[in-house]
Protein backbone atom coordinates (compact mmCIF):
# COMPACT_ATOMS: atom_id res chain seq x y z
CA UNK A 1 0.00 0.00 0.00
CA UNK A 2 1.68 3.33 -1.30
CA UNK A 3 0.46 6.23 1.04
CA UNK A 4 1.11 10.20 0.39
CA UNK A 5 2.38 12.78 2.88
CA UNK A 6 0.38 15.56 3.43
CA UNK A 7 -1.49 18.06 5.81
CA UNK A 8 -4.42 18.40 7.52
CA UNK A 9 -5.20 21.96 8.55
CA UNK A 10 -7.54 22.21 11.62
CA UNK A 11 -9.28 25.78 11.74
CA UNK A 12 -11.79 25.99 14.87
CA UNK A 13 -13.89 29.70 14.34
CA UNK A 14 -16.54 31.97 15.00
CA UNK A 15 -19.17 30.24 12.92
CA UNK A 16 -19.69 33.81 11.09
CA UNK A 17 -16.58 33.61 9.46
CA UNK A 18 -17.25 30.79 7.56
CA UNK A 19 -17.69 32.07 4.41
CA UNK A 20 -14.48 34.45 4.89
CA UNK A 21 -12.55 30.94 5.44
CA UNK A 22 -14.06 29.04 2.71
CA UNK A 23 -13.42 31.72 0.26
CA UNK A 24 -9.77 31.75 1.32
CA UNK A 25 -9.31 27.83 1.20
CA UNK A 26 -10.37 28.22 -2.65
CA UNK A 27 -7.95 31.10 -3.15
CA UNK A 28 -4.89 28.95 -1.76
CA UNK A 29 -5.82 25.77 -3.61
CA UNK A 30 -7.33 23.44 -1.19
CA UNK A 31 -10.24 21.30 -3.30
CA UNK A 32 -12.39 20.60 -0.52
CA UNK A 33 -12.94 20.45 3.11
CA UNK A 34 -14.95 18.86 6.16
CA UNK A 35 -17.40 21.44 8.44
CA UNK A 36 -18.75 20.52 11.84
CA UNK A 37 -20.65 22.45 14.20
CA UNK A 38 -19.00 22.52 17.41
CA UNK A 39 -18.87 23.72 20.96
CA UNK A 40 -15.87 23.75 23.44
CA UNK A 41 -15.15 25.38 26.36
CA UNK A 42 -11.49 27.38 26.86
CA UNK A 43 -9.45 30.89 27.61
CA UNK A 44 -13.01 33.28 26.81
CA UNK A 45 -15.33 30.64 28.30
CA UNK A 46 -17.69 28.31 27.33
CA UNK A 47 -18.81 28.78 23.76
CA UNK A 48 -22.56 26.81 23.61
CA UNK A 49 -23.58 25.31 19.80
CA UNK A 50 -27.44 26.56 20.56
CA UNK A 51 -27.54 29.76 18.90
CA UNK A 52 -26.21 29.82 15.75
CA UNK A 53 -24.79 33.31 15.33
CA UNK A 54 -22.07 32.76 18.13
CA UNK A 55 -21.51 29.43 17.51
CA UNK A 56 -18.42 27.80 16.50
CA UNK A 57 -17.32 26.05 13.44
CA UNK A 58 -14.54 23.35 12.53
CA UNK A 59 -12.97 23.05 9.56
CA UNK A 60 -10.59 20.17 8.15
CA UNK A 61 -8.89 20.73 5.08
CA UNK A 62 -5.90 17.74 3.69
CA UNK A 63 -3.44 19.32 1.07
CA UNK A 64 -0.25 19.88 -0.08
CA UNK A 65 2.15 20.46 2.67
CA UNK A 66 3.03 24.33 0.46
CA UNK A 67 -0.93 24.75 0.69
CA UNK A 68 -1.03 24.27 4.20
CA UNK A 69 1.87 26.67 4.64
CA UNK A 70 0.03 29.77 2.49
CA UNK A 71 -2.67 28.93 4.34
CA UNK A 72 -1.69 29.13 7.65
CA UNK A 73 0.13 32.26 6.92
CA UNK A 74 -2.53 33.90 5.48
CA UNK A 75 -4.68 32.80 8.52
CA UNK A 76 -2.26 34.42 10.90
CA UNK A 77 -2.19 37.51 9.25
CA UNK A 78 -5.76 38.19 8.01
CA UNK A 79 -8.22 36.39 9.88
CA UNK A 80 -6.77 35.89 13.78
CA UNK A 81 -6.41 39.74 14.26
CA UNK A 82 -10.62 40.01 12.83
CA UNK A 83 -11.87 36.51 13.87
CA UNK A 84 -11.63 34.47 17.36
CA UNK A 85 -10.23 31.54 15.99
CA UNK A 86 -7.22 28.94 16.58
CA UNK A 87 -5.78 26.98 13.54
CA UNK A 88 -3.43 23.74 13.47
CA UNK A 89 -2.23 21.87 11.08
CA UNK A 90 -0.66 17.85 11.39
CA UNK A 91 1.07 15.51 9.30
CA UNK A 92 -0.93 12.57 7.76
CA UNK A 93 -0.58 10.22 5.07
CA UNK A 94 -3.31 9.41 2.02
CA UNK A 95 -3.97 6.68 -0.18
CA UNK A 96 -5.55 8.67 -3.26
CA UNK A 97 -2.73 11.22 -3.34
CA UNK A 98 -4.88 12.66 -6.44
CA UNK A 99 -7.90 13.94 -4.37
CA UNK A 100 -5.72 16.25 -2.83
Not at 31 to 50: I, Q, S
Not at 62 to 76: D, S, T
Request: with cysteine.
Amino acid sequence: MNTHPMKLVTIICEAHAREAVTKLLREVGAHGWTLFHVEGDGAHGKRPADIPEFANIQIEVIVQPEVAGKLMERLGAEFFPRYGMVAFESDVRVLRKDKF
